[in-house]
């Protein structure tokens, strides 16, 4: 009777040991799906239009002219810009 209790006790064991390894996998497996699919987060980038590099927003040097709003990589490229759209 108690070697039966013991094999019963084991076989529960066995399968619950097993299903958690197969759900782990599935799991594991269907997010990384989920985030190929994803769009990556991240910095907006912005482009400068004197030297037509791209610039993350957060670092961006910002002018307003002729009232829209430029953003460039330097204080540098923003002189040059404003002096060559001067009118």
């Given at each position: 009777m108690?070697?039966?209790v013991l094999i019963f006790f084991f076989i529960l064991v066995i399968y619950y040991?097993?299903?958690t390894v197969i759900r782990?996998?599935?799991r594991a497996y269907h997010h990384e799906e989920e985030n190929s699919r994803a769009r990556?987060?991240?910095d907006e980038l912005v482009?400068?239009?004197q030297c037509r590099t791209y610039v993350v927003k957060g670092?961006?040097?910002t002018r307003r002219i002729r009232g829209k709003l430029y953003s460039f990589c330097s204080e540098n490229?923003?002189?040059q810009y404003e002096e060559k759209?001067?009118?």
């Open positions: 108690i070697r039966s040991a097993v299903r782990s996998a599935y990556l987060k991240g482009l400068d239009p670092r961006a040097t490229c923003a002189r759209n001067r009118d």
